[in-house]
């Protein structure tokens, strides 16, 4: 009896759905936000062996991470003053981060900073443009038009609840 996995773009959550038989064509409803199309996820499985630990992936990094590194630190300490009931502090912010490291953003998260330096509600952006910002990565390094920086946006939650199919 199958254990199915399905996503919910909407919540960013991955789901377990258990199955009395096999399944390939149902797909269920999201738990939690009702949303009728989930999209069936590939299950993670273990690999047995030993993984390299001294590779980080750090060195093929096309920034400097010291430098990375120092204007992290510096917009940490900024952001621990910003008020959070201001939108335009907090783009003022992402502004300084991708002028200090180089960084460019994709076009959708370039609108939604014109929009919050404008003063409109982070919320409110969200809802309209959440579905464009979710498909781009936010970052893109310059001289590379439209290919990722390899910032990846959080990983999907996960609920360990198991749903009947």
Same mark, same amino acid.
């Given at each position: 009896?199958?254990? #199915?996995?399905? #996503? =919910?773009?909407? =919540? @960013?959550? $991955?789901?377990?759905?258990?199955?009395?038989?096999? &399944?390939?064509?149902?797909? +269920? @409803? =999201?738990?939690? =936000?009702?949303? +009728?199309? !989930?999209?069936?996820?590939?299950?993670?499985?273990?690999?047995?062996?030993?993984?390299?630990?001294?590779?980080?992936?750090?060195?093929?990094? +096309?920034?400097?991470?010291?430098?990375?590194?120092?204007?992290?630190?510096?917009?940490?300490?900024?952001?621990? &003053? $910003?008020?959070?009931?201001?939108?335009?502090?907090?783009? &003022?912010?992402?502004?300084?981060?991708?002028?200090?490291?180089?960084?460019?953003? %994709?076009?959708?998260?370039?609108?939604?900073?014109?929009?919050?330096?404008?003063?409109?509600?982070?919320?409110?952006?969200?809802?309209?443009?959440?579905?464009?910002?979710?498909?781009?990565?936010?970052? $893109? !390094?310059? %001289?590379?038009?439209?290919?990722?920086? %390899?910032?990846?946006?959080?990983?999907?939650?996960?609920?360990?609840?198991?749903?009947?199919?």
């Amino acid at each position: 009896m199958p254990i #199915y996995e399905f #996503y =919910c773009r909407q =919540c @960013h959550t $991955i789901y377990n759905f258990f199955s009395r038989t096999v &399944n390939t064509t149902k797909t +269920p @409803h =999201c738990p939690r =936000c009702k949303t +009728p199309r !989930l999209s069936r996820q590939m299950s993670a499985f273990a690999i047995t062996g030993r993984a390299r630990q001294d590779d980080d992936g750090l060195d093929d990094l +096309p920034f400097d991470e010291t430098k990375m590194e120092k204007a992290m630190a510096m917009l940490a300490a900024e952001a621990e &003053n $910003i008020n959070e009931d201001d939108p335009r502090q907090g783009a &003022n912010l992402m502004r300084k981060l991708t002028d200090m490291t180089g960084l460019q953003m %994709g076009p959708a998260m370039e609108e939604a900073l014109a929009r919050m330096e404008a003063g409109e509600d982070p919320e409110q952006i969200e809802a309209e443009m959440g579905d464009l910002l979710e498909g781009e990565d936010p970052f $893109i !390094l310059p %001289g590379q038009k439209g290919r990722p920086a %390899g910032f990846r946006r959080r990983p999907p939650r996960r609920d360990e609840t198991l749903y009947d199919l």
